[in-house]
């Protein structure tokens, strides 16, 4: 009948209605969805990015600390070894001046008494020979 087939038509309706409405609904959630796990991916790779980052300045700055670190002990070291050496080093550098100023008097010396041998030794022939 025409009620029947009325109400079969306007049925036929609300569950095409429905049936719209839950593919809106489901096209709705997986675009959602899709767009939150591409913001995810995103913010994940931002996040490893910025990790990866902070890794790198952290050796970075670990390695510059124990350029730092080595430089003062090197230099500490460098003062200490100096403040060993540095007494004697003047002493060594006195004895070697004295040194050569002694054998430098000593053969000045040893010059001059051959110069007055000699002079004696002419003088005496000479006395000699009158």
């Given amino acids: ?11 036929s309706q609300i569950v095409q209605s429905a049936r719209e409405q839950y593919c809106r609904k489901k096209v709705a959630t997986l675009l959602a969805a899709l767009w939150r796990g591409r913001q995810a991916r995103r913010l994940a ?4 990015r910025e990790n990866w980052t902070r ?3 952290a050796i970075q700055l670990q390695c510059w600390a124990r350029i730092g670190f080595a430089r003062m002990a090197y230099q ?6 100096w403040l060993w050496v540095a007494p ?5 550098a006195q004895r070697t001046f004295r040194g050569w100023l002694g054998r430098r008097k000593a053969a000045a010396m040893k010059d001059d008494l ?3 041998l000699e002079s004696m ?9 009158f």
């Fill in 76 to 81: 500490t070291e460098q003062h200490r070894r």
């Fill in 1 to 11: 009948t025409i009620q029947a087939k009325f109400r079969a038509y306007k049925d």
């Fill in 114 to 116: 051959l110069r007055r």
């Fill in 121 to 129: 030794e002419a003088a005496s022939l000479m006395l000699q020979t």
């Fill in 88 to 92: 004697f080093a003047a002493v060594n």
């Fill in 55 to 57: 890794n790198k300045m």
């Fill in 45 to 48: 790779k931002a996040l490893r």
